[in-house]
């Protein structure tokens, strides 16, 4: 497993901007999927967007248009663009990664510690 760092998180306006980056202390082009998840007070976590090695991405339909996932492969950094905040999309952000294998397998892979956005005015 490699180990995830977020960044980025905070409080914003709705309607505002926020960019969070997954740093990742290994070779990202190791990793076959990028994932973004969210966790909201009382609610599950969810899958916001995904990201493949090959650069194939995949959105949940909330944030669809809205939000932009990316992967820098030189920098062994992941990115979630976040534009048009809206109060639900407040929640702990998490990072998670797959190998090949854990992809295959169906297991979780690797998680940062989680980074809060919170939109409110």
């Known amino acids: 497993q490699v180990q995830l760092v977020e960044s980025g998180g905070g409080l914003v306006q709705p309607g505002g901007s926020l960019r969070l980056s997954c740093a990742v202390s290994?070779?990202?082009?190791?990793?076959?999927?990028m994932n973004w998840y969210r966790q909201a007070p009382g609610k599950q976590r969810e899958l916001v967007a995904s990201i493949t090695r090959g650069g194939s991405t995949n959105y949940a339909e909330s944030v669809k248009g809205r939000f932009t996932i990316s992967r820098d492969n030189f920098k062994d950094t992941a990115y979630l663009q976040m534009n048009s905040l809206k109060p639900e999309d407040t929640a702990v952000y998490y990072c998670?990664?797959?190998?090949?294998?854990?992809?295959?397998?169906?297991?979780?892979?690797?998680w940062g510690q989680g980074t809060q956005v919170t939109v409110s005015s």
């Open positions: 290994g070779n990202i082009n190791n990793l076959l999927v």
């Open positions: 998670n990664a797959q190998d090949f294998f854990e992809y295959r397998d169906s297991r979780e892979g690797s």
